[in-house]
């Protein structure tokens, strides 16, 4: 499934992106009709964003029917938005990251459990 981690997906990409994880496969005529509804996409709108997928490699098509299929997974969509996300607003800085997080954050004493269980493991699996 996995063809590169470094695709990068806009918004209106993402839409199309979670209709296909979730599906696995939908035809492209599925696909505009399900984002005409909830978005009001009118289906050329939603044709061309298809094709940017398939272009950048994100979407695969297979005929006959104009089959729609992920090639990359939503964790793999999901690295590489953050980690550009954190390059862009972060100086790619973790620390920076978690520092301003944290200061406007209110956590539960159960989420600074979980967060100090995954730094935990981290450090483990980093070893």
């Not at 993402?14 to 994880?21: A, F, P, R």
């Not at 297979?62 to 390059?87: H, V, W, Y």
């Not at 972060?90 to 967060?115: C, D, H, K, M, P």
């Amino acid at each position: 499934m996995e063809q590169s981690s470094e695709i990068r997906l806009h918004e209106g990409e993402l839409n199309v992106m979670e209709l296909l994880w979730s599906n696995k496969s939908l035809a492209a005529k599925d696909i505009a009709d399900i984002i005409n509804e909830y978005i009001g996409w009118k289906k050329n709108t939603t044709y061309t964003v298809i094709n940017r997928l398939i272009a950048k490699g994100a979407v695969s098509r297979q005929d006959p029917g104009f089959i729609c299929k992920a090639n990359i997974s939503k964790r793999t969509a999901q690295r590489t938005e953050t980690k550009a996300l954190m390059d862009k607003l972060f100086n790619g800085s973790y620390s920076t990251f978690f520092n301003e997080f944290l200061r406007y954050q209110s956590l539960s004493a159960s989420e600074i459990l979980e967060l100090q269980r995954i730094i935990s493991e981290n450090q483990t699996n980093a070893k």
